[in-house]
């Protein structure tokens, strides 16, 4: 299992030659501390937070139109970071899923769990 501590986006536009988001898929997390899972994709250059599954997948639906990397990475909150004497110093993310759109029929399942989730 892989882990990694919090890292933050430096917010650059992902792809600034395509058209920008729909309004609705503009994600502006109120606080990091309730997001729990992470969709890192562009081999890693691009991170995004999200509070639940189904927000994951619209975006990964979307992302893929425009990303160059059709492979996207799911991570979710793990145990903190611990200091030496015990004490919580920040978040930590560990892989759960891989989502590579280049393997036959893993569009389709993303597609048929986000229309379930969206009822």
Not at 56 to 80: A, T, Y
Request: charged residues 35%; hydrophobic residues 30%; glycine residues 6%.
């Amino acid at each position: 299992m892989y882990s990694t501590e919090y890292t933050v986006d430096d917010c650059s536009p992902a792809f600034p030659h395509h058209q920008p988001l729909p309004e609705g898929l503009v994600h502006m997390p109120k606080r990091m501390s309730d997001e729990a899972l992470q969709l890192r994709f562009d081999d890693g250059h691009q991170q995004r937070y999200f509070s639940n599954r189904r927000d994951l997948l619209e975006s990964v639906l979307w992302f893929s139109r425009q990303s160059p990397d059709p492979r996207f990475e799911v991570w979710e909150e793990g145990e903190p970071v611990l200091l030496a004497d015990g004490r919580k110093a920040g978040k930590r993310f560990e892989l759960r899923e891989v989502l590579d759109l280049r393997k036959d029929g893993v569009r389709d399942s993303i597609q048929a769990e986000f229309e379930s989730l969206s009822k």
